[in-house]
Nanobody, 115 residues
Framework: QVQLVESGGGLVQAGGSLRLSCVAS????????MGWYRQAPGEQRELVAR???????NYAESVKGRFTISRDNSKNTGYLQMNSLKPEDTAVYYC?????????WGQGTQVTVSS
């Protein structure tokens, strides 16, 4: 069973930065695609960023140029660097590991951006 633990969330002022981390218990971490999702109150969960096994990345339009997803396979850890944060980025952020037929979720970490 894969377990994911996110950290790095918190309260930050608009324009500030946060770096989220996601540590995975998975064997062969490098063989999983990794994603970051978020869910704001009353909203559907949405994909924020994703990084493939080969390192290709894609981002939601709303975060392009501000957020960067990365991974360190030697540490079984993924990251989401969030810069120029806006109040509308406020949400619970979840990391995922994906492989054919399986998707694993972390418990989430709260990010709150004050105006």
């Amino acid at each position: 069973q894969v377990q994911l633990v996110e950290s790095g969330g918190g309260l930050v002022q608009a324009g500030g930065s946060l770096r989220l981390s996601c540590v995975a218990s998975a064997n062969s971490f490098r063989n999983y695609a990794m994603g970051w999702y978020r869910q704001a109150p009353g909203e559907q969960r949405e994909l924020v960023a994703r990084i493939s096994v080969g390192g290709m990345t894609n981002y939601a339009e709303s975060v392009k140029g501000r957020f960067t997803i990365s991974r360190d396979n030697s540490k079984n850890t993924g990251y989401l660097q969030m810069n120029s944060l806006k109040p509308e980025d406020t949400a619970v952020y979840y990391c995922t590991l994906e492989t054919a037929g399986n998707k694993y979720w972390g418990q989430g970490t709260q990010v709150t951006v004050s105006s």
